[in-house]
T-cell receptor, first 113, second 111 residues
C-alpha cells in the first residue's frame, strides 16, 4: 500500500547528541514537509521541499537540518543546537498540483533525556 | 506572514451540531483546508475550500469567506468518535508549497 513511513516511532536522545528521523514515501509525491507538534499545540513548519536537491526553511528551522537526495526520502536531523527538541515530529507529502491536501506519516516521538 | 486563529477547546453533545471557527491574517493564500487529528495519531484531511462558500462532505461541511478573513468547519450528527483536534490550514501564495496550520481546536463530545 502507498503511504508515508516514519522511523523510529519513539526515540530517546541525550543532550548534546544529533539524531536523524527518517521519512520515506512511495506516493510519488513531489513535495515533502516536516512539522513539529508540542503537546496540545498546533503544527509548526520546520522545513519543506518541492523537488529533489532543493528545500526551504519553515518557521522554526533553527537547530534542524534536512536533505532531499531522492524524491521519496526527506530525513530530518535534530542537532544539538536545538535547545528544546522534545516533541512529536510529523513528516508529510503532497503532489504540487493539489498541494492543499497533504498526507502525513504516523509521526516520531523524540524525547531528550 | 500568515496566522490562523482557532478556539482552543469546544465541547458538544452527541448528536448535536458544532461549528469550529478559523480566522486568519494573510497576505494571500490559495484555499482553506481542515484536518482532524486523534490523540497520538497523524492529522488526516477532511475538507478544502478554494472558493468562497460552503463545501459539504457527508456529516462535515466547511465554509470560507475571503472578504471576512474567516472560515469554519461544521460537524453534524456528532458521534463520540468525532472527539479529536481539528486544524485549519492555508497554502501561501508567496511560496506555493508552504502550508501553515492553525493552533488547533480540541473537540470533546459528551454523551
Amino acid at each position: 500500500d502507498g503511504g508515508i513511513t516514519q522511523s523510529p516511532k519513539y526515540l530517546f536522545r541525550k543532550e548534546g547528541q544529533n539524531v536523524t528521523l527518517s521519512c520515506e514515501q512511495n506516493l510519488n509525491h513531489d513535495a515533502m514537509y516536516w512539522y513539529r507538534q508540542d503537546p496540545g499545540q498546533g503544527l509548526r513548519l520546520i522545513y519543506y521541499s518541492q523537488i529533489v536537491n532543493d528545500f526551504q526553511k519553515g518557521d522554526i528551522a533553527e537547530g534542524y537540518s534536512v536533505s532531499r537526495e531522492k524524491k521519496e526520502s526527506f530525513p530530518l536531523t535534530v542537532t544539538s543546537a536545538q535547545k528544546n527538541p522534545t516533541a512529536f515530529y510529523l513528516c508529510a507529502s503532497s503532489i504540487l498540483t493539489a498541494a492543499d491536501t497533504i498526507y502525513f506519516g504516523e509521526g516520531s516521538w523524540l524525547t531528550v533525556v | 506572514g500568515q496566522s490562523l486563529e482557532q478556539p482552543s477547546e469546544v465541547t458538544a453533545v452527541e448528536g448535536a451540531i458544532v461549528q469550529i471557527n478559523c480566522t486568519y491574517q494573510t497576505s494571500g493564500f490559495y484555499g482553506l483546508s481542515w484536518y482532524q487529528q486523534h490523540d497520538g495519531g497523524a492529522p488526516t484531511f477532511l475538507s478544502y475550500n478554494g472558493l468562497d462558500g460552503l463545501e459539504e462532505t457527508g456529516r462535515f461541511s466547511s465554509f470560507l469567506s475571503r472578504s471576512d478573513s474567516y472560515g469554519y468547519l461544521l460537524l453534524q450528527e456528532l458521534q463520540m468518535k468525532d472527539s479529536a483536534s481539528y486544524f485549519c490550514a492555508v497554502r501561501e501564495r508567496s511560496s506555493a508549497s508552504k502550508i501553515i496550520f492553525g493552533s488547533g481546536t480540541r473537540l470533546s463530545i459528551r454523551p
